[in-house]
């Protein structure tokens, strides 16, 4: 059985429904996991996307800022909702998923850019990023194995951690999302949850990955300045069952896109 997993920063769900409802008409995955969302729940477009074929949704969002939901064609069981670092953002969402015999915990999260200025101590922002990542190192990739759910981690986690993951590794060293603080701190989270990096798994390390281009340049795809800030990871025991990932570098074009593009995960069990 096939299964697949697409997650997209898709920076205001009802500014960009048409995109949305393109993606799950053209490419249908299983799941859809959307972050930045910018909408409350009683005003998330849940009807619209039921009648694609999306019975199961489920939602965390707030009123103009972030916000997270999962879109799927399969049952959401025991969803949760955490608040990390005690804000009260809507930055974390996960359920459980019934997939060809087994149960699948997706994780999908929005983590904070961490503002401009790479300093803590006179930029709240980047504060709370750090705080935010610390906090993500006690999710564990195999803490649910031994009652037999595997797991998923998806999202727009603002760091390109690997020098091919962003346009100039010595240009951007000082630039929030890929300091060494900031990667050192998302190499950590994986190290310490046993997390696999699915993407490079795939994409071999020495090639580049970018997943979001800024709204700032003329010409995104000639000037192609990008930075891979969009990841898909897994338990150990999910990875010998990928069989691909696709960055739809395309959805940058697309009239009033987001700044991030969707990507794709499939597997076969």
């Known amino acids: 059985m096939g299964f697949s997993i697409a997650t997209w920063n898709i920076n205001s769900v009802r500014l960009r429904l048409p995109l949305v409802r393109s993606l799950l008409t053209d490419h249908a995955p299983d799941l859809l996991c959307l972050q930045e969302t910018k909408c409350p729940n009683d005003a998330f477009p849940t009807a619209d996307l039921k009648k694609l074929g999306y ?47 087994r149960k699948i915990r997706v994780h999908n999260f929005y983590v904070p850019a961490g503002g401009d200025e790479p300093d803590p101590d006179v930029n709240p922002k980047f504060a709370h990023k750090l705080d935010f990542l610390q906090e993500m190192k006690a ?49 950590e989270v994986q190290a310490k949850g ?52 696709t960055v739809m570098r395309e959805a940058r074009g697309w009239e009033r896109p987001s700044d991030h593009v969707p990507v794709f995960a499939r597997f076969d069990f």
Request: aromatic share 6%; with cysteine; hydrophobic share 35%.
């Open 55 to 101: 019975d199961h949704i489920a939602i965390h969002g707030q009123k103009g800022y972030h916000g997270v939901a999962l879109i799927s064609r399969l049952p959401l069981e025991d969803v949760q909702r955490r608040d990390y670092c005690e804000k009260g953002d809507t930055r974390h969402i996960s359920a459980i998923l019934p997939v060809a015999g």
């Open 139 to 187: 999710l564990h990739s195999q803490a649910e194995n031994a009652a037999g759910v595997s797991s998923i981690l998806v999202g727009d986690l603002n760091i390109a951690p690997l020098e091919t993951d962003v346009w100039s590794h010595k240009q951007l060293l000082k630039v929030v999302s890929h300091t060494p603080v900031e990667t050192d701190g998302l190499k």
């Open 194 to 245: 046993g997390w696999v990096d699915l993407m490079r798994q795939h994409i071999p390390e020495d090639e580049k990955i970018f997943t979001w281009w800024s709204y700032r340049a003329r010409d995104w795809d000639a000037s192609d300045r990008g930075r891979r800030l969009d990841h898909v990871w897994s338990s150990p025991d999910l990875s010998g069952s990928l069989s691909d990932v």
